[in-house]
């Protein structure tokens, strides 16, 4: 599912914009990097394009069809969340966590469906082992594995995540964003924020730069230059290359 984002803007409050005027097109099976400094209105994006909040101005169409024309449990069939501090904080155990993914398609009691495939992820994201565990007595990585499969599960086209790597150590990073990259081959439209600028660079593959609200670059690996990055961060950065690898390197 496309997503197209026409010169919308939001404020929380009277007397500032939070972002600007944005036009920006996400297409089906891509993997997106959203990066900019601390609250240059990543999360604020975030909860534009998955309904949460509603621009002020402009307008987001899914495919064809205005976002805020979609039912919010008809929304959650197409659009999967996982917030920054990780979703859901009820004390259930792994399996029924994941479950509760499939609410959008459930109507009163979840059938033999809905359990079928929450089996079937549990066992994709191999998490068979902790299935019955207490989502309080999980790592922060198998915390954040479980968020995710809970968001798959419920099958959506689009899936957007705000920081999904910033409380994992560099092994959990590496797999969360391997398994967010083999997502979106899935033709599913992948969107992220992530401060990490050489993890987004290894895994996503567009990049979306914003700065105090405003859209700096949208695009390709080109859009990782020299000058839009110390730009977007005022700071001096270069760009280094090793094994055809590009990585940023802040001058410190
Ligand atoms: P980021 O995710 O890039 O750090 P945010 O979208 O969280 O940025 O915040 C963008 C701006 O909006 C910041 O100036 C922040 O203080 C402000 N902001 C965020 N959430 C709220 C809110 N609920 N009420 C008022 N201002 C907010
Ligand atoms: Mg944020």
Redesign the pocket.
Known sequence: MDIEVKRIEFA??QDRN?INSLSCRFLSGNFYAII??????????IKLLNGLLQPTAGEILLDTKALKKYHRRELARHVGYVPQSGGYKGLSTVYDTILLGRRPHVNWAPGRNDREKTAQIIKEFSLDHLALRYTNELSGGELQRVNIARALVQEPEILILDEPTSSLDLKHQIEVMKLLKTISKRDITVII?IHDLNLAMRYAGCFLL?KE?NLISFGGEKVISEENLSRLYDVKINIIENNGRKYVLPQI
């Not at 900019?36 to 994006?45: D, L, R, V, W």
């Open positions: 929380y409050s939070v900019g400094p601390n609250g240059s209105g990543k999360s604020t994006f924020a914003l609200g």
